[in-house]
């Protein structure tokens, strides 16, 4: 483990396979920096299957925290009180 490849993979970045669990959400005045539809399990285990890590030589997978996301746009505290 000391001496392999270690690929930190944050999961609601990654791949997106199941479109059913995304929050879909077109207020504009949310951030565009923050705009995203997420990965899932699912995703990861696609690449996982179809060999992406062994590809690149990856022996080790970092997941980030997992948590949910929220389900609504909330207001920054200070302004420019963006959406996010």
């Known amino acids: 483990m000391y001496f ?35 990965g899932d399990f699912a995703g990861i285990s696609q690449k996982i299957k179809k060999g992406y890590f062994n590809t690149l030589g990856i022996k080790n997978i970092l997941l980030s925290p997992i948590n949910p996301n929220p389900d609504t746009p909330s207001r920054e505290r200070y302004p420019p009180y963006r959406k996010i």
């Open 4 to 38: 392999s490849n270690i690929y930190h993979l944050v999961i609601d970045r990654f791949c997106d396979v199941n479109k059913e669990n995304n929050f879909l959400n077109n207020n504009n005045s949310i951030d565009y920096r923050v705009k995203f539809h997420g």
